[in-house]
């Protein structure tokens, strides 16, 4: 692919102080625009050692109104960071909307370093841009404008760099692949040149920058700029004027829910035991998997009153306080509105060995948001396939994903809400939504339904409790979430025993 790249161009100091002027005022006007349209900005500068990325990251903050500008750099892992999925160091730090982050390597700083020097194989590193690819589409589907920017040396100029930075004791290696790929210019250049190839799509080019000549530097990098926000702004217009699909109401055959027996019962005389030896069982189980380094998301969805709440007390009770912490789902702040609708959770991911419990999660996307029209059909219908990526991150790292649909009948949730309207001390859990929602009964089982078909998968499977009965509601929650944590648990000792 470089050899392709036209190198030695120069821009002269008088044509750099002629255009620069311009040129900033320009990317100011396009900064002030995502402000104005709530865009957010994704910045990657990437590039040869000795290429300016430091200069280019400062330009930018420079040029543009640096309160709304975040810069961060992905060198050196914290100990937080090693005990999460990949991702989640960079989706914490994605830009909200109407501001700009710019990401010194991004995502793909590391695994072009770590290919080039043999620490990752080829079969790894082609998914690992796949996966980029995949999340770079979702991010510009969101409406995120992104600037993609390798900063090049030809050979001859990267080994002058190199060795005057070495005089001048200015190298700094901040990974163990950093050395190695400053050295071995070839293997640098055909790992980035793959990893481009890979990963360059309409929605987020990379922009190939001649870097020998700073002034020529800066000048393409803020146009490159300019135009990854251009298209963002085209792409809103068109998305203003696109004609709205019609949701449709393609009744199912065979509802999924319907096939669910709801006559499950527990035995009174001997549920409250069963109850504490199960919570015994996953006091251990959860303290071994915390040993272990074995991380757990649990989710839980539902009808309304179908007892989410009852459930994840009795499961929280056999599980130790400090390792463990769950968390309400609601009406999203004005922070999480203004990044993608994800981000609020993966702020939640639990590190290596702690649980996570969400009551209510992200299929609120496909939910609630779908049913009542919150979210446009283009946005929850791309949802799916997001969601299916998310839960496999979590999965890869070793996170037990467990899912849970609490179900009741309509004629059960009725009574429960007229039972709740009648007692002083749950009335607080009634709400006018609550009696709306119930109107759309059938709106949520053709959604749930789908959401079951494309999301239930063989590393994510949904586990549909009969809730009818709250007691034996809570022991199949604790049993299945038992099954789980004993298979995992087995899974890491085979590993070990293999290795």
């Not at 044509?15 to 100011?28: D, Q």
Request: with cysteine.
């Amino acid at each position: 692919m470089f050899e392709t790249v036209v190198l030695g161009r120069r821009c002269s100091d008088k044509k750099f102080k002629e255009e620069a002027p311009l040129l900033r005022m320009k990317l100011f006007e396009a900064q002030r625009r995502c402000i104005e349209r709530k865009i957010p900005l994704l910045v990657t500068v990437a590039g040869m050692d000795g290429a300016g990325r430091g200069a280019v990251v400062n330009l930018l903050s420079e040029w543009m109104d640096n309160k709304h500008v975040h810069n961060h750099v992905f060198w050196m892992e914290t100990d937080d960071e090693r005990e999460r999925p990949r991702d989640w160091r960079y989706w914490l730090r994605l830009p909200a909307a109407g501001t700009v982050g710019v990401f010194f390597g991004g995502w793909y700083g590391a695994a072009i370093r770590m290919f080039c020097t043999g620490g990752m194989n080829e079969m790894e590193f082609c998914a690992r841009m796949h996966h980029y690819r995949g999340l770079e589409e979702s991010l510009a589907a969101s409406g995120m404008a992104m600037a993609k920017i390798w900063l090049h040396l030809d050979k001859k100029e990267h080994a002058k760099r190199l060795q005057k930075r070495l005089e001048h004791r200015q190298v700094r290696h901040f990974t163990p692949y950093d050395k190695k790929a400053s050295e071995n210019y070839d293997a640098l250049a055909s790992a980035a040149s793959r990893a481009i190839t890979l990963t360059d799509r309409s929605y987020a080019p990379w922009i190939i920058v001649d870097a020998a000549d700073a002034n020529y530097r800066n000048l393409a990098v803020a146009r490159a700029v300019i135009a990854a926000v251009e298209r963002a702004l085209a792409e809103q217009d068109a998305a203003n004027v696109r004609p709205k699909e019609v949701p449709s109401t393609q009744e199912c055959v065979i509802s999924t829910l319907e096939a669910i027996p709801l006559d499950v019962k527990a035995d009174p005389g001997t549920y409250a035991k069963e109850l504490e030896e199960l919570q015994d069982e996953l006091r251990e189980l959860t303290y071994q998997a915390w040993k272990k380094g074995i991380s757990s998301t649990i989710v839980f969805e539902g009808w309304d009153a179908a007892g989410k709440g009852g459930c994840i007390r009795r499961l929280m009770a056999g599980i130790d306080a400090r390792i463990s912490r769950a968390i309400p789902i609601g009406t999203p702040t004005d922070e999480e509105l203004a990044h993608h609708y994800l981000w609020r959770f993966w702020r939640h991911i639990p590190r290596a060995g702690f649980v996570t419990v969400y009551d209510r999660s992200w299929y609120g996307r496909v939910l609630v948001e779908r049913v009542e029209g919150l979210t446009a059909q283009e946005d929850w219908s791309r949802a799916y396939a997001e969601i299916n990526l998310f839960e496999e991150q979590l999965v890869e790292r070793g996170n037990v994903l467990v899912k849970f649909w609490l179900h009741i009948s309509p004629e059960e949730q009725l009574r429960r809400f007229k039972e709740r309207e009648e007692t002083p001390w749950k009335q607080h859990k009634i709400t006018p939504d609550d009696w709306r929602n119930r109107e759309r009964w059938d709106d949520y089982v053709r959604a749930a339904d789908e959401m079951f078909l494309r999301t239930s998968t063989d590393y994510a499977p949904w586990s549909i409790i009969a809730a009818e009965d709250k007691k034996a509601a809570r022991l199949a929650v604790l049993r299945t979430y038992r099954e789980a944590l004993t298979k995992a648990l087995k899974g890491r000792e085979k590993e070990k025993g293999v290795k």
